[in-house]
Each structure stands twice: as C-alpha cells, then as structure tokens.
C-alpha cells in the first residue's frame, strides 16, 4: 500500500477510495452504486470521487467499459490505498467494521490497543471475481483444486452459494457436481483461471444442511470447583452454568474449533479444558469423523 500522507486525505474520502480499490480489484466491476449504497451519497458526488480518484490516487488503474456501465481494473492496476489482499474484500462483505483504515493522523485519544494479526492466505482475485458472480447469476464453475490430501490439481465443477469465513480461513459453499453434494472449498487451494459456465438449477435453497440452524450448548467442565466455574460461566454469559447459541449446521466443527473444544478428546486437566459440550451427542452428525 502506498503511503497515504503524500495526499494528506481526510479519513472519510479514504473510505471511499479503499472502497473503490477493493471492489473494482474484487469485483472487476465499479459502479457509482456501489459508493451511493455505502455512503448514502449522491450519483453525482460518487462520480466526482471515482474520477478524483483517477486523477490524483491511482491513474490507469481503472477504465470505463461502457458495455457494463461501469469502472473496470486495468492490467497495469497497483493498489494505492489498499495492500490488494483478499482479506480486505472478505472482510468488507462480512461486514466487518474496521476496514484497515490508518487511523494514526486523526486527534483521538485512545487507549494502547494490539490486534494479533496473522498470515494471510493467498487468494486471487481472479479467483474471488469468478465465485462472486457466479454466485451472483448462479452458474457452474470449472476449478482446479487441491488439498492436503490430494496435492495434484483436480477438476471439479462448482456451484458457489456463499463465501464463508470461519475465524480462520475463507472458504465457499458450493455444489459439487463430482460429489453430488455441498461442500466447502478453502480459497487459497484453488489453483489457475477458473471459467465461468452455463447456469444451474441448482441454488443456495437446495443446500438444506446451510439452512440448518443447530443449537450448541457449552458448560463449565463439571470437573473444576464450583468457584471456578462460576469464574467461566461469568466469561460466557452463562445462566446456570449453560449457554446455548446457534449455527449454521456445516459451521458446527468451526465454531467448536474457535472455542478451542475437543470433541474427540477431553483434556487431561479442567484448567485446560474449562467448557464442555453440554449437548454432545445430538452434535454427533455434523462432527467431522
């Protein structure tokens, strides 16, 4: 990312470019809507900021294809405002409100905060581009994938649905049309230029274990004293020593990975272990073997 102090700009127009860097590069397609629904702007102020944008951030990174209406990148597109990594688009569609902005010139006066910040995951945005739309029209994708266990890359035909971020890594639900069935595919492992295919009748509404919600209910481990597990049911909110929350079915095995439960083994002290599954046995069939 370049550095923004070169063009001293007030946070609120920076907003704005980053906005126009990570659709247009995500994307591949720009439009004044896109600032208009964000902002609650104006037609004739977004195109005031997409061409100022032109002028003074990031000449020749975008073009205007009229056949689209709207702002495409080049070949030549470098990112300006924004480090151009994936994460930055996954993060803006999950509606994440800390957009990366760089908020070291503004007059506010907080206390010292550190975020752990781990490796990103390659993603192209080739490979975003392709899934978003063909989510968008619902149609067929033809990928290459690999994974760990099949290091080569294997074709596959895919009906992406949804983009997914587990607190760990990306993935897209989609149908597999060699399995039969929806599965999820972790973006980094996708390899080469995906192609866009014909439509398909197949849809996020079909996808009947997505539209599963299972309650999950966690509990202090039962073998800490009572003191201490009062200490970690006040961590959860918990009211009797329970708390229930829901998820989707095929994000059961995510969730209870992030709260760090082994539902395979218990820990050999409480202190490490400290919550339970209180409802095991009906998780059973959205558990990974």
Request: with cysteine; net charge neutral; aromatic share 8%.
């Amino acid at each position: 990312m370049a550095d923004t102090h070169q063009w001293d700009i007030r946070w609120d127009l920076l907003a704005r470019y980053r906005l126009i860097e990570i659709i247009a590069l995500w994307e591949g397609r720009l439009t004044t809507n896109h600032l208009c629904d964000t902002f609650g702007m104006g037609r004739q102020q977004a195109s005031k900021d997409i061409n100022t944008y032109l002028r003074d951030i990031g000449p020749g990174n975008l073009v205007l294809d009229r056949s689209i209406k709207g702002y495409v990148p080049t070949a030549a597109f470098s990112p300006q405002v924004t480090r151009g990594v994936a994460d930055e688009y996954l993060q803006l569609m999950a509606r994440n409100n800390d957009l990366n902005l760089r908020f070291e010139n503004l007059p506010l006066t907080v206390t010292n905060t550190e975020v752990l910040s781990l490796p990103i995951r390659n993603v192209e945005p080739r490979v975003i581009r392709t899934l978003v739309r063909a989510a968008r029209e619902q149609r067929r994708v033809e990928v290459d994938y690999v994974s760990v266990h099949n290091p080569n890359r294997e074709g596959r035909i895919i009906v992406p649905h949804t983009l997914v971020f587990t607190g760990i890594r990306w993935h897209v639900r989609a149908w597999c049309e060699k399995n039969q069935g929806f599965r999820d595919f972790v973006l980094s492992r996708f390899r080469g230029e995906p192609e866009l295919l014909d439509m398909s009748p197949k849809q996020a509404d079909d996808d009947t274990e997505w539209h599963t919600l299972v309650p999950i209910e966690i509990t202090p481990d039962t073998r800490l004293a009572p003191e201490k597990q009062a200490v970690v049911a006040a961590d959860y909110g918990m009211t009797d020593n329970r708390h229930t929350f829901t998820v989707r079915g095929p994000l059961v095995h995510y969730a209870l990975k992030l709260l760090q439960i082994d539902y395979k083994h218990m820990e050999p002290t409480p202190e490490a272990q400290q919550i339970v599954l209180a409802n095991r046995d009906a998780l059973r069939p959205w558990l990974f073997d």
